[in-house]
C-alpha cells in the first residue's frame, strides 16, 4: 500500500520570503502522479500543482515550485514571495494511472506571518 | 468550481440517528469519492464509485454505506451515527486520470 508522509505540522515564514514544504511517499509503483493541495480557512481544497512521475522535470505554477526526486521518493514543494493569502493547510497526495483514489498526507499548517 | 455540490453545509444530528450526505455533480465525471478530514489524520477515503452502481470501499469504511444511482449523485448514508464520525466530509469527483476537484465540504457533528 502507498504512504504519504508530511513530516513538518506547522510551519511559519514572513511575508515575501521563501518556504519549502517536506513530503516523502512510498511505492512500489514506478508510474504514478504526485499532488499539492491548499485548503485555506475557508476549507475549500485548491490543486495548487501536479507532478507526474515519468517527468524529470520538476512542475511550477507561478510561486509554486517542485523539487521530485523520483530515487528519495521525495516530493517537496516550494513557495516563493510568500503572502499572506498562502495560509492555508498544505496537502501532498499521491495516485497511480487509472484513477485509484488520492492517498493524502496528514498535512502541514502553513502560516504567513506580516 | 468544478461544478460540484455537497449538501447539506453543516449538521448537528444526535448517536444512533441516521444521516445522509449528498454530492451532486454537473460535470458528468465517472469518478466520485466521499473522504473524511479530522485533525491530525488529513483526509480519509470513505467510498468511492468508477460509475453507475459501482462502489468500492475505503480505508474508513465501516459504519458508512454509499449509493450512486445516476451519474451526477453520490450518497453517504450513515446508518446510526456515533460520536466518532463527527468530522468533515468532502466529496470528490474527476474524470480519467484527471486531478481531484472538491466540493466545499460538509461539517457532521455528532451529540
Not at chain 2, 491530525?40 to 474508513?60: A, N, P, Q
Not at chain 2, 445516476?70 to 446508518?79: H, N, Q, R, S
Request: proline share 4%; charged share 20%; net charge neutral.
Amino acid at each position: 500500500a502507498q504512504t504519504v508522509t508530511q513530516s513538518q505540522p506547522e510551519m511559519s515564514v514572513q511575508e515575501a520570503e521563501t518556504v519549502t514544504l517536506s513530503c516523502t511517499y512510498d511505492t512500489s509503483e514506478n508510474n504514478y502522479y504526485l499532488f499539492w493541495y491548499k485548503q485555506p480557512p475557508s476549507r475549500q481544497m485548491i490543486l495548487v500543482i501536479r507532478q507526474e512521475a515519468y517527468k524529470q522535470q520538476n512542475a511550477t505554477e507561478n510561486r509554486f515550485s517542485v523539487n521530485f526526486q523520483k530515487a528519495a521518493k521525495s516530493f517537496s514543494l516550494k513557495i516563493s514571495d510568500s503572502q499572506l493569502g498562502d495560509t492555508a493547510m498544505y496537502f501532498c497526495a499521491f495516485t497511480i494511472p487509472g484513477n485509484t483514489p488520492l492517498v493524502f498526507g496528514k498535512g502541514t499548517r502553513l502560516s504567513v506571518i506580516a | 468550481d468544478a461544478g460540484i455540490t455537497q449538501s447539506p453545509r453543516h449538521k448537528v444530528t444526535e448517536t444512533g440517528t441516521p444521516v445522509t450526505l449528498r454530492c451532486h455533480q454537473t460535470e458528468n465525471h465517472r469518478y466520485m469519492y466521499w473522504y473524511r478530514q479530522d485533525p491530525g489524520h488529513g483526509l480519509r477515503l470513505i467510498h468511492y464509485s468508477y460509475g453507475v452502481k459501482d462502489t468500492d470501499k475505503g480505508e474508513v469504511s465501516d459504519g458508512y454505506s454509499v449509493s450512486r444511482s445516476k451519474t451526477e449523485d453520490f450518497l453517504l448514508t450513515l446508518e446510526s451515527a456515533t460520536s466518532s464520525q463527527t468530522s468533515v466530509y468532502f466529496c470528490a469527483i474527476s474524470a480519467r486520470d484527471s486531478p481531484l476537484h472538491f466540493g466545499n465540504g460538509t461539517r457532521l457533528t455528532v451529540t
